[in-house]
């Protein structure tokens, strides 16, 4: 593309991907491009890649709905700049990202694109999913149980991953009661022993106490990630509460003591409490 053909999409609010994917060629242009932009490769975008999945969710959650369209925006961009990277090299460009997903998502809805019928429950649905992606596995010469499950994930999810991929084979307690059992033997074992423990010890046992947390949420249907983002989110909100009445002093938390903070933070949770009832 000439670079007037290319000024004139850069500069079309209307050019949509093709506007997208020429800006992006143009940042990594080694000779006109960004020095940032061009100085990147796949391993040092991936944690932007992952930050911005993590607002795109953070925007959903508190139903920032105007900041979501940003958001998407960003993440897309990094789609836009591996594949450009990838394109560099010879791999594949954004077409083939784009047949890629088309072609996956057409091939795991045969009810929806092909001949099989849509009667059928949401269960079901993910139960043929599950036979599609093993195939599609199978085709990756990915044999193993927990092949695929990716290693770059949040720990948590990771976590539940592996152990859905574990239970479709029957390694799983029956019940949530095993689970708690379990819990429980872990943190006895962390807590009781920790005085003999090396750190080394304790980290792994750490680990093994919040696998099986993990565990639980699953057995009681509960995202732990999205349970836990709840749980950050509250008490954020409630230690500004607390940061919010000592300001009222003009004081700050490095001011206050524990018994009274944990007032404060009671207070919160009570005015929290009462706002949901009314």
Known sequence: MCRS??????NDPNGGMARLVEIMRRLRDPETGCPWDIEQDFATIAPYT???????ADAIEREAWEELKGELGDLLFQS???ARMAEERGLFGFEDVAR?????????????????????????????WEKVKAAERAAKAE?????????GLPALLRALKLQNRAARVGFDWPSTTEVLDKIVEEARELVEAREEMTEAEQFEEMGDLLFVMANLARHLKIDPEAALRAANSKFTRRFRAIEAALAEDGRRPQDSDLA???????RAK?????????
Not at 5 to 10: G, M, P
Not at 260 to 266: I, K, P, S, V, Y
Not at 270 to 278: D, L, N, V
């Open 5 to 10: 053909a290319s000024d004139a999409l850069v």
């Open 100 to 128: 890629a997903i088309s072609d996956k998502m057409v091939s795991r809805h045969p009810h929806v694109f092909g001949d099989e019928s849509r009667d059928k429950s949401a269960a079901q649905q993910t139960v043929d």
């Open 80 to 82: 836009v700049f591996h």
């Open 143 to 151: 044999h193993g149980v927990l092949d695929g499950v990716a290693v």
């Open 50 to 56: 992952i930050e911005e999945a993590y607002e795109v």
């Open 270 to 278: 009570a005015a929290e409490k009462a706002e949901k009832a009314g």
């Open 260 to 266: 009274e903070m944990d007032a404060l933070w009671n």
